[in-house]
């Protein structure tokens, strides 16, 4: 168990011979401290392959306060929660984890740091309903893993951890007595005017949370519906939705998005290589006639020497050109794909990058990395391939049927019935193929996604023992996906059989038309060697052409982000016009300012007017959803500012392209950010400052002992997200990277909502020491955090209803600050 806290606590009780005679003796339930969720619905993973009890599934429920969220859900419990839990929030998915343990029917429950993603009014309903009453009362044992040191008093026994070792243990009475520092360090800590967020408010937050819960999920559903939409389906939409209309539409091939992907590789490209390929199969078939020509007049008039001269010498011209054409068309082929996917993958990219924060917000994760993964592949390795090999069958098919046209032109006669009947054996064909194909990728979806489920949570199925149940599951969806590859494979001989049947009868009809005409003997010989390769294009054109409709797929999807509406990144000011060094003196003047995410939505900032002189020390409080985390957005102009402006050191923010605003401040977040590489890379990305500069920053933040001690120092490895530091420590280092940018402005967004008391005491005498000449803002999640500040904004329902000094505010009995600051004491 990977144990990251302060405190672990063990509340126990002899369970009766009733309660545990159906429960296997070593059985454990495990919450990680990190929620791993399954690609399933909400009931399955509380459940987690357990019978399904209705009062027992209410009491887990109750207890860990999930009913109001799963009640705003589209299809309540049977909602799929989608990969990693992408639709909930941090909290929802940890309550999902815990009741997933508190479910199972174990004598034994481990709970890592349960409580570090809700806040205080669910962490102590958690506390008192689903270990206090829950647990207890069925007589199971706990052991908790956490730093919320004021539900110490519960425990049975206690064992301190420090640097993972043990550093005390026993009851809180023996530690009160053996270790009286220890004990009086805890007390401190376990103040509960350090608790914040008082009851009412927190119902608030959850109340938002859960707002936040239907929007995200109706928001997605009509983001898949879109994404689902088919152009050429929208301009039928008012059509009966019947059998011949379905049938033509999955019969109709995408022309628009083939002919958007040959256009993405340039005019030019796309010119040249149908022009070389024209050229190259005339040339080829130029050679074959050649050859019968020679041949006929060889056997006709037993042609000299002087003859034979002049068919080697066309006949070497013919077969250069071909060489050299046949070059030519695999150079342009290859170029306008690896052109084409060049540009669509460059705008792809640029597309997400500028996209709106909203995008992100209503668009989960998978679905865009599905897009730079899956789809960039296929369009960057399949399509070229199948595109030359579909345009190579076809024109050697059209070349064929021309050769034996004119070397037997009764074959015209039956030329139409045999078309008529290969349209029939494609049609039927490319729905089945393609159906197929998408069968098969839809399989291997969840194929892929279960292993990758199982490899993430690897620690959570082993501490239930689910061992054989995953793998029987992977079996399964191994078998599905199987079965649908077989069935692909049989409908390619299916359509080979075909094909064979319909090159046997040109084969047939050609012979029989040679027999009747008058034909040379050259030319009828030709016409028959066409005729028996034909089988071969034929089978092709149809597999190639069902191939690339499935791949234009891909084509389409990335099309369809593409049309995304972009941020407006450049401004209207050019860069070289913004000082060097701005902002230099940090001041802010907020005129006004309007604030909305959407255009269709409702404001969350209404007509903020404020003034935060150079230098100045601002709070910014206030009741969950007031607005305060939408104003530290707006700095970035990440959301859409309608109305108002935001002028630091007389610049209107509104007028600078992006990157320079985005560059020049500075952002701490609640969740700490780091990215895969060193530890050098996170601090100075641009690789602007010296080592003495990145030294000092760790030792201001206090890491530098500890990066000290990696191997490699500043080049010591960071693993994806920061995971090989502690939260605590990631968000030291974000401090650090703060402090060497040198913005004279640094935005803390309830920066020390997930770190202990220790970290954050850390924290906050940095900032009051390094960051003293500079302006600092802070959203607080301590009201205690900003009692000293300069500047107090108190936000509600997105207006700025007090704004002054602390003290003065305080002053105000009645004031919403005063509120909040008497409801915490």
């Given at each position: 168990m990977n144990i990251v806290c302060h405190t672990c606590s063990v509340n126990e009780s002899e369970p009766s011979f009733e309660a545990t005679r159906s429960r296997n003796r070593y059985s454990v339930a495990y919450a990680a401290q990190k929620p791993w969720l399954l690609n399933a619905t909400v009931e399955e993973n509380i459940t987690f392959g357990s019978p399904f009890n209705k009062q027992r599934y209410k009491a887990v429920t109750d207890a860990c306060s999930l009913q109001p969220d799963i009640d705003l859900l589209p299809f309540g419990d049977q909602t799929e929660i989608g990969e990693r839990g992408i639709n909930l929030s941090g909290g929802q998915r940890q309550r999902i984890c815990v009741a997933r343990a508190l479910y199972q029917n174990t004598n034994i429950v481990f709970?890592?740091?349960?409580?570090?993603?809700?806040?205080?009014?669910?962490?102590?309903?958690?506390?008192?309903?689903?270990?206090?009453?829950?647990?207890?009362?069925?007589?199971?044992?706990?052991?908790?893993?956490?730093?919320?040191?004021?539900?110490?008093?519960?425990?049975?026994?206690?064992?301190?951890?420090?640097?993972?070792?043990?550093?005390?243990?026993?009851?809180?009475?023996?530690?009160?007595?053996?270790?009286?520092?220890?004990?009086?360090?805890?007390?401190?800590?376990?103040?509960?005017?350090?608790?914040?967020?008082?009851?009412?408010?927190?119902?608030?937050?959850?109340?938002?949370?859960?707002?936040?819960?239907?929007?995200?999920?109706?928001?997605?559903?009509?983001?898949?519906?879109?994404?689902?939409?088919?152009?050429?389906?929208?301009?039928?939409?008012?059509?009966?939705?019947?059998?011949?209309?379905?049938?033509?539409?999955?019969t109709k091939m995408p022309w628009k998005t083939c002919w958007w992907y040959l256009t993405s590789g340039g005019f030019f490209l796309l010119c040249l290589m149908i022009f070389s390929k024209l050229l190259k199969h005339s040339v080829i078939v130029a050679i074959d006639y050649w050859l019968a020509t020679w041949t006929s007049e060889y056997n006709i008039n037993n042609t000299g020497k002087a003859d034979q001269t002049y068919y080697v010498a066309g006949f070497s011209i013919l077969c250069g050109a071909g060489i050299f054409l046949c070059l030519v068309t695999s150079l342009t082929v290859e170029w306008m794909g690896l052109t084409a996917a060049k540009n669509l993958h460059h705008n792809l990219l640029n597309k997400i990058i500028l996209g709106p924060i909203r995008f992100f917000d209503t668009t989960p994760l998978g679905l865009i990395l599905n897009r730079f993964s899956a789809d960039t592949n296929i369009i960057d390795q399949h399509i070229p391939p199948t595109l030359e090999s579909l345009t190579r069958s076809t024109l050697l098919c059209l070349s064929a049927i021309g050769m034996i046209s004119y070397a037997t032109p009764v074959f015209l006669v039956a030329l139409v019935p045999l078309g008529v009947a290969f349209y029939f054996i494609q049609k039927y064909f490319r729905v089945a193929s393609k159906d197929l194909q998408e069968l098969d990728d839809s399989t291997q979806l969840p194929l892929l996604c279960h292993f990758s489920e199982t490899a993430e949570g690897l620690t959570t199925i082993r501490a239930f023992r689910h061992e054989t149940r995953f793998k029987q599951r992977m079996l399964e969806l191994t078998d599905t996906n199987n079965i649908a590859y077989l069935f692909l494979s049989a409908a390619n001989?299916?359509?080979?059989?075909?094909?064979?049947?319909?090159?046997?009868?040109?084969?047939?009809?050609?012979?029989?038309?040679?027999?009747?005409?008058?034909?040379?003997?050259?030319?009828?010989?030709?016409?028959?060697?066409?005729?028996?390769?034909?089988?071969?294009?034929?089978?092709?054109?149809?597999?190639?052409?069902?191939?690339?409709?499935?791949?234009?797929?891909?084509?389409?999807?990335?099309?369809?982000?593409?049309?995304?509406?972009?941020?407006?990144y450049e401004g209207t000011m050019d860069p070289s016009q913004v000082p060097e060094h701005w902002p230099q003196e940090g001041e802010i003047k907020i005129h006004d300012l309007c604030v909305r995410y959407e255009n269709n939505l409702k404001p969350v900032l209404k007509h903020v007017k404020a003034y935060i002189k150079p230098g100045q020390k601002v709070g910014i409080c206030g009741r969950t959803g007031s607005g305060k985390s939408s104003l530290s957005l707006a700095f970035f102009r990440m959301v859409d500012i309608f109305d108002g402006k935001i002028v630091i050191d007389g610049i209107d923010i509104s007028k600078l392209p992006l990157h320079t605003l985005r560059s020049r401040l500075s952002i701490i977040l609640q969740d700490p950010i780091l990215f895969s590489g060193s530890i050098r890379f996170n601090l100075d990305p641009e690789c602007k400052c010296t080592d003495d500069r990145l030294w000092e920053a760790l030792e201001i933040a206090q890491l530098k002992n500890m990066v000290k001690s990696l191997p490699g120092g500043l080049d010591a490895v960071v693993t994806e997200g920061g995971e090989n530091f502690s939260v605590g420590q990631r968000q030291l280092f974000c401090l650090a990277r703060a402090f060497v940018r040198k913005s004279s402005i640094l935005i803390m967004d309830e920066a020390t909502a997930s770190i202990d008391m220790a970290t954050e005491n850390i924290l906050q005498k940095v900032v009051m020491t390094a960051f003293a000449d500079r302006t600092v803002v802070t959203i607080a999640h301590r009201v205690s955090s900003i009692m000293d500040a300069g500047l107090v904004l108190v936000f509600s329902e997105g207006i700025l209803v007090e704004c002054d000094s602390g003290p003065n505010l305080l002053a105000h009995k009645n004031g919403l600050f005063s509120t909040l600051v008497m409801t915490n004491k």
């Open positions: 709970l890592d740091d349960p409580f570090s993603a809700l806040d205080i009014h669910l962490s102590d309903h958690l506390m008192q309903e689903g270990i206090l009453k829950f647990l207890q009362d069925d007589k199971r044992t706990l052991v908790l893993v956490t730093h919320k040191l004021q539900y110490l008093t519960h425990a049975d026994w206690i064992i301190a951890m420090k640097d993972g070792s043990v550093l005390r243990e026993g009851t809180l009475k023996d530690i009160q007595t053996k270790d009286v520092e220890l004990y009086e360090h805890w007390k401190t800590l376990m103040n509960r005017q350090d608790q914040e967020l008082e009851k009412d408010m927190e119902a608030d937050q959850t109340t938002l949370e859960r707002k936040t819960l239907r929007r995200a999920m109706y928001s997605r559903e009509a983001k898949a519906q879109m994404e689902d939409e088919d152009e050429e389906e929208e301009e039928e939409e008012d059509e009966d939705d019947n059998m011949s209309t379905v049938m033509r539409l999955r001989r299916w359509l080979e059989v075909r094909t064979d049947y319909l090159g046997a009868c040109i084969v047939l009809t050609a012979s029989i038309a040679s027999i009747s005409g008058s034909s040379n003997s050259g030319l009828v010989g030709l016409g028959l060697l066409y005729a028996l390769t034909i089988t071969n294009y034929l089978n092709w054109v149809v597999r190639n052409l069902a191939d690339l409709e499935v791949q234009m797929g891909a084509v389409k999807k990335v099309n369809s982000f593409l049309s995304m509406e972009s941020e407006n």
